[in-house]
């Protein structure tokens, strides 16, 4: 039998039985995740692996290969893998263009269309 308000956490599994989630088993269940809660530091590598820098630019890895092979990113081999220098993939963001970035509707009178198509 569990008793009524009872946690166990070991190194891939917790479990909580409680009958009701009393602030005494909630601080009781945080004092113990506590330590397997810790966020990891920021990586202060000057590097990136290609899944790290798909990742911090949200997009998918073969975006990061067609930056690389149109050598708007350069890569750097260590042995096997490919790595890419962080503070280039910040300028690639920093210098992205601005028809990229600007989402607004042109009205079709300043596209000059009409003039063209006789409208």
């Given at each position: 039998m569990i008793a009524r308000n009872a946690v166990t956490v070991d190194a891939d599994e917790i479990v909580l039985a409680a009958a009701d989630a009393s602030?005494?088993?909630?601080?009781?269940?945080?004092?113990?995740?506590?330590?397997?809660?810790?966020?990891?530091?920021?990586?202060?590598?000057?590097?990136?692996?290609?899944?790290?820098?798909?990742?911090?630019?949200?997009?998918?890895?073969?975006?990061?290969?067609?930056?690389?092979?149109?050598?708007r990113l350069t890569r750097v081999k260590e042995g096997r893998r490919t790595l890419v220098r962080r503070e280039e993939?910040?300028?690639?963001?920093?210098?992205?263009?601005p028809r990229a970035r600007d989402t607004r509707v042109t009205p079709r009178s300043e596209t000059g269309m009409e003039s063209r198509m006789g409208c």
């Open positions: 602030a005494e088993s909630l601080a009781c269940l945080a004092e113990k995740l506590g330590p397997h809660l810790q966020a990891k530091p920021p990586s202060t590598s000057p590097y990136m692996s290609v899944p790290e820098a798909a990742e911090y630019l949200r997009c998918s890895r073969q975006r990061i290969d067609d930056l690389l092979s149109s050598r993939i910040e300028e690639h963001l920093r210098s992205a263009s």
